[in-house]
């Protein structure tokens, strides 16, 4: 067969199997562009990018089966010539045409199997594209316009809109996608305080069109696992809570919400006082020295309480034992009347250190106190395979950490809880490149902070050295989900919280920070937490801002929640924050891509739901980072995002709401609050005033907005 003969066999199949269909200029509706061959399957959408790229998906398809008929037909020529050839070269050359083929067949349906494993998807390039026609549709009940954006624009607080992405500075209505139906509400849990209600199932969520592919969202927890002999449950006593996506509740722990210290019979029981001998038996009547010489006496593995006289100062110490089990631990805590004992230590010297592995061990009622000391108040440093520890009722100071939770390489730490504690004045040190932080959490899992104050952690009691890497408390992305609630996070270096492992962050009162907080988001050299982050920002009560004093970034700050590295499943929710008393134009709201060395690593943001917050005389409300782009993959990558029934304003006088009106003023919560941070450091068990609570703080503020 010639050559000739064979290309024209080709160009009347390709004529034959596409039929073309012209359209002329009078057709085209102006400042369009109108395909001149249209195929057969895109004729009613000429004119628009998804024609555009169905367009290039049936050529696609066509390309495929064409490449199926051509394959068939040279292996009929090849056939041909090979039976019907007389030479050894005539032969040679149809069999090369036959293998040629089979091998160019082979390829092509390769090609298209492993694009359809992957994602079908790829093989349907107008699935993908999500048109910018249909940005900004909103759907849901229409009230009044009472929200302030930063950019001036007013949005209904009863609609609902979908925001996959938006530059900066723009216009939040231009996030693509619609929201079909409103979420229902969740039940309401009840019970007493023995055992605690259940809370109710919560409401169907909207769906959103056009959808992501399906993000699995991670399973978070409805609260802090149990320790057995720790209290654990709600903060107050008395019920259980419920709400939109269901709860569980529990009653309030005995003994005024402090674990119970006393022995039972099977405890064995050391005493120790400054005024006692080594040599003595450890009674009360007759205390050891030291609380080395305790911990020999209680022995390991045991169920032990090592008892410090109250009011007394002893030297800084090591454990290298473990309790029994969770409900029979090793304890250290006091006895007699007066202050906390204090654990003393120098200025190059760990408080209390724990060593690696060993578990069971509870740490009640103590003053942990350095002189500007550059270790740690609580030292778990690069000590992985610790186990259930608690911290309650502990006053630590005068540390560059406060409390360092590192598990280094190896076993991970588990189950570390820290509650009615105050931690305070971590500070930088001139000379040491170390940076000042409350608490620093690495490869922590099932870590539990509930009813704390931090306080004044990542600078000096004058304000000074305050810096973008020193924080209240920092949860490194390699650890699990944290369960933060009912602290004070006051007058930090920069963030209240940086919960950068995501998890529950829930009742918190947070006051003059430069950053009240971040959730997921990493934007420095820290490691990112894998696979991204989910959970529930809710209940908590953020006001007044603060500046950052040194460091690259100062002075820059003034910001409520930073977000970032979210998979899905994650609400933020019932928060109020107000007065921003700089001025900064930050946002409150700031939804980001990770940045650093690890930014990468990151997923975006996808499937979080901002609703029924406020945000009051703040002059950014919401932002969304220029870099961030609507799409399903990707560090930089947002889908799913919908803003749901919040009032925000930048009206520093009053403003009426469908709340009620506003009445609380600026200049009496400012000065009400200083004093108020000081109050709540002298909570103690031994004299526990729920007056100086995040709780009365966050009842207090909600009720001057109506809530």
Known sequence: ??????????????????????????????????????????????????????????????????????????????????????????????????????????????????????????????????????????????????????????????????????????????????????????????????????????????????????????????????????????????????????????????????????????????????????????????????????????????????????GEQFDNFSIQKSGASPSSRLMITSYGSGARPKIVSGAQENGIGIAAGEKYIALIGLHVQGNNSRGSGINMEARPGIRYVLMEDMYIEGYVHGIDVTSGHGARITDITIRRSVITNSMPVSGLDKHAIGMYAEGVDNLVIEENVWDNNGRRPDGSGASQFNQNVYINGLSGPVFARGNIFSNSGSHGIQARSGGVVENNFFYKNPVHMSFGLVNGDGPIHSGGVSGRVSGNVGIFSNLITAGPNQGVRSMGIQLGNIIGNTTVSNNIFAYDN?????????????????????????NLTIENNIVYDWTTPFDISGDMKAGTSGYKSMSGVVLRNNTFSNNQSGMTTTQGTISVQPQNINKNFDQFIQNAKQNSRASWNTQYTAAAAIEYVRSGFGR
């Open 582 to 606: 700089y001025n900064t134009r930050s946002p409150v709201f700031s939804l980001e891509a990770c940045k650093g060395v690890y930014a990468s690593d990151g997923v975006g943001i996808h």
């Open 1 to 310: 067969m010639s050559r000739a003969l064979f290309i024209t066999i080709i160009v009347c199949l390709i004529v034959t199997a596409v039929p073309l269909q012209i359209t002329s200029a009078e057709e085209c509706p102006a400042n369009t562009y109108c395909f001149l061959a249209p195929l057969t399957d895109v004729d009613s959408v000429p004119n628009t990018r998804e024609g555009f790229t169905q367009y290039l998906s049936t050529a696609i398809r066509i390309i495929v089966g064409l490449a199926g008929v051509l394959a068939v037909l040279a292996l009929v020529v090849g056939g041909f010539m090979y039976v019907s050839a007389e030479s050894l070269g005539k032969k040679t050359q149809a069999r090369s045409i036959i293998q040629r083929t089979l091998w160019g067949l082979f390829l092509i349906l390769a090609s298209t199997l492993i694009l359809q494993t992957i994602n079908p998807e790829l093989l349907s390039l107008g699935r993908l594209y999500t048109s910018i026609e249909n940005l900004g549709t909103q759907v849901g009940t229409t009230r009044d316009p009472v929200p302030v954006i930063g950019s001036g624009e007013r949005i209904d607080p009863g609609s609902i809109i979908v925001i996959p992405g938006r530059p900066r500075g723009g216009n939040p209505r231009t996030g693509p996608g619609i929201s079909t139906s409103t979420g229902g509400t969740g039940g309401t849990g009840s019970g007493s305080g023995g055992t605690g209600g259940t809370g109710g199932s919560g409401g169907g969520g909207g769906t959103t069109f056009p959808r992501p592919r399906p993000i699995p969202p991670p399973a978070i927890p409805p609260g802090p696992p149990a320790i057995p002999g720790i209290p654990t449950g709600p903060i107050y006593p008395g019920g259980g809570t419920g709400g939109s996506g269901g709860g569980s509740g529990g009653g309030g722990p005995s003994d005024g919400g402090f674990t119970d210290t006393r022995p039972t019979g099977q405890t064995r029981v050391v005493y120790v006082s400054s005024a006692g001998q080594n040599s003595n038996r450890g009674t009360e009547a007759s205390p050891v020295k030291t609380v080395q010489k305790a911990l020999e006496l209680a022995g390991n593995n045991t169920n032990s309480i090592i008892y410090l006289k109250a």
